[in-house]
């Protein structure tokens, strides 16, 4: 047979809960503000980097040592990606790479597969690789035309009539 849990309430208010009786404990402030129980420093979190864009570390989970690497270097993993990135403790430049993609005389190294949502949560990234080889890609395509002439500012009436009298 079922239980009907409404018959098993109730139908007044019930009082509110009364406090377990417990002798009151007053801390001792003076004994527990000595230079031993001082506040431990905080650890600071890297925000910015130095060109106003957010740190690069910011983009990956806290560095381990990983088995088979050299003392000094850390292996950080991807938030947006399942990709892990290693680095030596000298410089940032692979977590940049990851996040940035990269533009190297071969070609082009694409960003994080991941970029798009990090941007979408509020993330502050300097253009990827390839946002930055699209956008040379469109102004080289224009020079050399009439129109990127025009837009350069260097517009000169006697040029014009030059042109159209071609």
């Not at 930055?132 to 837009?151: E, I, M």
């Amino acid at each position: 047979m079922g239980h009907n849990l409404a018959a098993a309430q109730p139908p007044w208010p019930l009082p509110p809960p009364q406090p377990l009786s417990r002798p009151e404990v007053l801390p001792d402030v003076k004994q527990d503000s000595d230079e031993e129980n001082k506040k431990a420093p905080k650890v600071k979190q890297p925000r910015k980097g130095n060109n106003g864009f957010d740190n690069p570390k910011l983009y990956f989970f806290d560095g381990f040592q990983d088995n088979n690497q050299d003392t000094g270097s850390l292996t950080y993993k991807c938030r947006w990606c399942p990709n892990s990135v290693r680095f030596p403790a000298s410089t940032n430049s692979n977590l940049k790479t990851h996040r940035d993609g990269s533009k190297t005389n071969r070609g082009i190294r694409k960003a994080c597969i991941g970029r798009a949502k990090a941007l979408a949560k509020g993330g502050n990234f300097p253009p990827s690789a390839d946002d930055q080889a699209a956008a040379t890609k469109k102004h080289n395509s224009l020079a050399g035309t009439l129109a990127t002439y025009v837009l350069k500012g260097r517009f000169n009436i006697k040029t014009m009539n030059k042109l159209l009298l071609l």
